[in-house]
Nanobody
Framework: QVQLLESGGGLVQTGDSLRLSCAASGRAYRSYAMGWFRQAPGKEREFVAT????????DYTDSVKGRFTISSDNAKSTVYLQMDSLKPEDTAVYYC???WGYGLARSRAGVNFWGEGTLVTVSS
């Protein structure tokens, strides 16, 4: 069993930055990819960003490319999401996700573990 604990959410204004963190603990004895998803009120949970096991490959949804950066610190079993130039449409609960394997965590269906989420609110 793996536990994922997110932190770093909050209320910011348009154009501000936030950094989300997700610490993994428990029996993460296999290779895995980490990802961030988000869910806005009344909408489905959507993919935001992902990073592979070695940290060498990343991917982003089009709406955050150039503004968000995902990174990882394997020694700390932690993944980060640096969010710059935030917009009101980025307002959502952000969820950390872990998917076993050497690929990427792009698909909700492939996620093995979810965090409980952290709320990001961007005011206009």
């Amino acid at each position: 069993q793996v536990q994922l604990l997110e932190s770093g959410g909050g209320l910011v204004q348009t154009g501000d930055s936030l950094r989300l963190s997700c610490a993994a603990s428990g029996r993460a004895y296999r290779s895995y990819a980490m990802g961030w998803f988000r869910q806005a009120p009344g909408k489905e949970r959507e993919f935001v960003a992902t990073i592979n096991w070695s940290g060498s490959i990343t991917d982003y949804t089009d709406s955050v490319k150039g503004r968000f950066t995902i990174s990882s610190d394997n020694a700390k079993s932690t993944v980060y999401l640096q969010m710059d130039s935030l917009k009101p449409e980025d307002t959502a609960v952000y969820y950390c996700a872990l998917t076993w394997g050497y690929g990427l965590a792009r698909s909700r269906a492939g996620v093995n573990f979810w965090g409980e989420g952290t709320l990001v609110t961007v005011s206009s």
